[in-house]
């Protein structure tokens, strides 16, 4: 079994994070497995060096490790241009150039129908605004040099697979619903993927078999399952764990410096104190 912990280097680790760590690590332990570190780096305007070192130290005080490379997706821009590839030579994505002004305006003019618009996991689901424009016009917008992202056709793209489920680890079978995300951002003209490609992508290159994370990334399931089978790439596993919280029962968050593993070393807190605080009990 291999296990993985990926987090964005744009602040330092707080309990949530240790929280999802332990659990990753601990699957992978008892399974005689691996468990490995990767950074979700693609938002290079905010990610920073600084908390790449924060976060590998406050896991190995916690008591972890991980093999070498560590796997960075800024180094991996090829690899999603690669699978972006594969999904446009199945004539499945489109540029969107739709501003979030636009997107908006057209929400609030539809939710004046009798049937408001629907919400997926990401927000309202897109309109479809750009899905129908000419090639000649989307060229012409491209050479231009205005702003776009690439949507997945989600009708389309469910329609080459057909059903599809995923596997907890369990081994409860979930039937996977990838349409309640609509047509799906899969790159953007700045950032060359978007997080549900890219650990999708990355999850097949380092032959993950189990993904432990939040539930609250449970919806994200559906999608992934689908980029999986248009990719070609065999399916993981999933684990998804409870969510660390704090006393108002709110999901801690980077801005939360008092709840940062960082913080709490500091104010005297043994790694054994911050692993009692998560709730996490090692399965041996």
Same mark, same amino acid.
């Given at each position: 079994m291999i296990t993985r912990f990926a987090p964005s280097p744009t602040g330092y680790l707080h309990l949530g994070h240790a929280y999802a760590a332990l659990v990753a690590d601990d699957?992978?332990?008892?399974?005689?497995?691996?468990?490995?570190?990767?950074?979700?780096?693609?938002?290079?305007g905010r990610c920073r060096?600084?908390?790449?070192?924060?976060?590998?130290?406050?896991?190995?005080?916690l008591g972890l490790d991980w093999p070498q490379p560590v796997m960075h997706q800024s180094d991996r821009f090829s690899a999603y241009a690669d699978a972006l590839d594969v999904l446009d030579a199945r004539s499945l994505v489109y540029p969107c150039? &739709?501003?979030?002004?636009?997107?908006?305006?057209?929400?609030?003019?539809?939710?004046?129908?009798?049937?408001?618009?629907?919400?997926?996991?990401?927000?309202?689901?897109?309109?479809?605004? &750009?899905?129908?424009?000419?090639?000649?016009?989307?060229?012409?917008?491209?050479?231009?040099?205005?702003?776009?992202?690439?949507?997945l056709k989600m009708d389309d793209a469910i329609r080459q697979v057909g059903e599809l489920?995923?596997?907890?680890?369990?081994?409860?079978?979930?039937?996977?619903?990838?349409h309640i995300f609509g047509d799906l951002v899969v790159a953007r003209k700045d950032v060359p993927t978007s997080y549900h490609l890219a650990?999708?992508?990355?999850?097949?290159?380092?032959?993950?078999?189990?993904?432990?994370?939040?539930?609250?990334?449970?919806?994200?399931?559906?999608?992934?399952?689908?980029?999986?089978?248009?990719?070609?790439?065999?399916?993981?596993?999933?684990?998804?764990?409870?969510?660390?919280?704090?006393?108002?029962?709110?999901?801690?968050?980077?801005?939360?410096?008092?709840?940062?593993?960082?913080?709490?070393?500091d104010s005297g807190h043994t790694a054994h104190d911050v692993i009692r605080m998560t709730g996490f009990t090692p399965a041996t």
């Open positions: 699957l992978a332990r008892v399974n005689g497995g691996s468990f490995l570190l990767r950074f979700e780096d693609i938002d290079t060096p600084e908390f790449v070192d924060g976060i590998e130290e406050d896991l190995r005080w150039f &739709c501003t979030r002004k636009d997107i908006q305006a057209e929400i609030a003019q539809a939710s004046s129908a009798p049937h408001s618009p629907p919400a997926g996991p990401d927000g309202p689901i897109y309109p479809g605004l &750009c899905r129908n424009l000419s090639d000649p016009e989307r060229e012409q917008r491209i050479a231009s040099g205005e702003t776009y992202a690439l949507r489920t995923w596997t907890s680890h369990d081994g409860q079978t979930t039937t996977a619903a990838p650990v999708v992508v990355d999850d097949a290159e380092q032959g993950v078999t189990l993904v432990s994370r939040g539930e609250d990334l449970r919806p994200a399931t559906h999608a992934h399952r689908l980029l999986q089978a248009l990719l070609d790439y065999p399916p993981p596993r999933y684990f998804h764990h409870k969510l660390i919280t704090d006393p108002d029962g709110k999901k801690f968050s980077k801005r939360d410096q008092a709840a940062t593993l960082r913080h709490l070393r």
